[in-house]
């Protein structure tokens, strides 16, 4: 990475339940905070967060995030395809739990999701993931801001 290009944190909004999170854990840190949405989810920029909307179709904020990312550039989704491209591109990817995406756990994860899928269209049933507590948002603020910590350390090096 280059050393003086600031790292960004772009953030797959529409459904993401850890934004507050995102601007308490990044506040402390010189990076660049992009949060992507489509016009159907209403997002208030706030100091230190850009908001961008895109159209309302199916992948508009995934094709906005993956051409937007950089190496070194941490994506927040819970998006296991979004996931997959993103850390093909070098960025660091994380999920709203704090569970951080990696080359030895997407095909896993994106092969469950197959087979899950292959499941409903059978007309089986499957458990959707549990309510988000206050536990999982600490537990990701902390795995973000231990993430954001390290990548400065690399940076400031």
Do not use: W
């Not at 840190?29 to 179709?57: K, N, T």
């Not at 994506?75 to 660091?92: E, K, N, W």
């Amino acid at each position: 990475m280059i050393k003086d290009k600031p790292r960004a944190v772009v953030v797959d909004a529409d459904a993401c339940p850890v934004k507050q999170e995102i601007a308490e854990a990044t506040k402390s840190f010189p990076v660049r905070v992009l949060m992507v949405a489509s016009y159907d989810h209403r997002l208030e920029a706030q100091p230190g967060i850009e908001v961008v909307q895109v159209d309302r179709s199916d992948q508009s904020v995934d094709l906005y995030i993956v051409n937007h990312i950089t190496n070194g550039d941490i994506v927040i989704t819970q998006d296991f395809g979004l996931a997959c491209i993103a850390i093909g591109r070098g960025a660091i990817v994380l999920s709203p739990r704090g569970e951080q995406y990696t080359n030895d756990n997407i095909d896993y994860l994106m092969e469950r999701r197959h087979e899950l899928a292959k499941r409903r269209r059978s007309g089986g049933k499957t458990k959707g993931p549990k309510a988000m507590n206050d536990a999982d948002r600490e537990r990701f603020q902390q795995k973000l801001t231990k993430v954001l910590r390290i990548e400065q350390e690399k940076h400031d090096a």
